[in-house]
């Protein structure tokens, strides 16, 4: 199995955003070079892991309960789904595909179906439902990956590399 990095590169590669809205930013690891850019970003959090700064702002709420105002032509959820219900991602994924423009992408990195701990609970897709999902969308990545090692097991999760354009 291929290691997630490269396709990272190639996805963030392709992107030349003019509006970006980054779900779960963390420390916004993956809008940082859009943010440097000087493109306007929004990063929702449910943690206080950041402040809005320059073109950047930062709005500390759960995804579930972030009210999509403007439509954006990048949406980004890397590493969040998984922590969320089916049911609520599934909504969440349908409130992203309304709320891009036409000509813009979605740019996601999920815990694959693969994972040992995935449950019947939580959100851990295989590449075909996220592809049977975004059906009418250019799919430009559903790969299967290993994630990067780390913690202090040096660990890695299988992780799907998902990077699709709305047509």
Known sequence: ?????????????????????????????????????????????????????????????????????????????????????????LKLIEQMKENTLIGGYHFLICMSAEESFSNETHFYPNKELLNKLYSGWEIIHSDLCLSKKHDEQRHQHKVIIFLAKKI
């Open 1 to 89: 199995m291929q290691s997630a990095k490269p396709l990272i590169v190639d996805s963030m590669g392709r992107l030349h955003p003019t509006s970006v809205l980054d779900l779960g930013c963390g420390n916004c690891k993956f809008s940082r070079k859009f943010i440097e850019d000087n493109v306007p970003v929004v990063g929702v959090d449910k943690n206080l892991t950041t402040e809005s700064k320059g073109n950047f702002k930062f709005v500390n709420k759960n995804v579930l309960d972030f009210k999509f105002e403007p439509k954006y032509d990048l949406i980004v959820g890397t590493g969040i789904l998984h922590f969320l219900e089916k049911e609520n991602a």
